[in-house]
T-cell receptor, first 114, second 112 residues
Framework: DAGVIQSPRHEVTEMGQEVTLRCKPISGHNSLFWYRQTMMRGLELLIYFNNNVPIDDSGMPEDRFSAKMPNASFSTLKIQPSEPRDSAVYFC????????????FGDGTRLSIL | AQSVTQLDSHVSVSEGTPVLLRCNYSSSYSPSLFWYVQHPNKGLQLLLKYTSAATLVKGINGFEAEFKKSETSFHLTKPSAHMSDAAEYFCVGGFGNEKLTFGTGTRLTIIP
């Protein structure tokens, strides 16, 4: 079975550029989560969706960050404009919309903003 | 408030010896608890899960964990460490909604 698929795996870009990260959740999973992982702050939940609808975006750091889920099989996380402090590994995870079920993680996108 | 605490940020064991990674939780609800492993440059992989069935949970790669309500603990164990077990381990709690609460992680080092 295909797991959560993220692209690109690595992204290096210059400050001020727009960055778009992509995620394909596991088929049949109704919940999708975006996380950011850094050495300093560990794993942080940015936003999550249920049935394509954003439920909680309180973790989104600022207005430069936005996320969409146009359909059940695709989500994007966009940073515009990007800054060096956005450098991190960004993970997407999905789960069935059932309390108590684990989340399944993609391999992440390693983002470096120069 | 719900929380998950991993008691050791770093554990070192010799290859072939037992592994113990400690985790405590705080919750007024009956929690779901998970252990995940993260190898370098990889995502988090589910090792095992507790969801109010058997208190002793067996996972992949020989790992197991025991839910002890009286001690609010969910420690991860393995009888014999292998070099491939070197990784970061996260204890994670689910407390009544889709969001998960992550511990700060324990880095496991295996000494040859």
């Amino acid at each position: 079975d295909a797991g959560v698929i993220q692209s690109p795996r690595h992204e290096v870009t210059e400050m001020g550029q727009e960055v778009t990260l992509r995620c394909k959740p596991i088929s049949g999973h109704n919940s999708l989560f975006w996380y950011r992982q850094t050495m300093m702050r560990g794993l942080e939940l940015l936003i999550y969706f249920n049935n394509n609808v954003p439920i909680d975006d309180s973790g989104m750091p600022e207005d430069r960050f936005s996320a969409k889920m146009p359909n059940a099989s695709f989500s994007t996380l966009k940073i515009q404009p990007s800054e060096p402090r956005d450098s991190a590994v960004y993970f997407c995870a999905s789960s069935p919309r059932t309390v108590g079920q684990p989340q399944h993680f993609g391999d992440g996108t390693r983002l470096s903003i120069l | 408030a719900q929380s998950v605490t991993q008691l050791d940020s770093h554990v070192s064991v010799s290859e072939g010896t037992p592994v113990l990674l400690r985790c405590n939780y705080s919750s007024s609800y009956s929690p779901s608890l998970f252990w995940y492993v993260q190898h370098p440059n990889k995502g988090l992989q589910l090792l095992l899960k507790y969801t109010s069935a058997a208190t002793l949970v067996k996972g992949i790669n020989g790992f197991e964990a025991e839910f002890k309500k009286s001690e609010t603990s969910f420690h991860l164990t393995k009888p014999s460490a292998h070099m491939s077990d070197a990784a970061e381990y996260f204890c994670v709690g689910g407390f009544g909604n889709e969001k998960l609460t992550f511990g700060t992680g324990t880095r496991l080092t295996i000494i040859p």
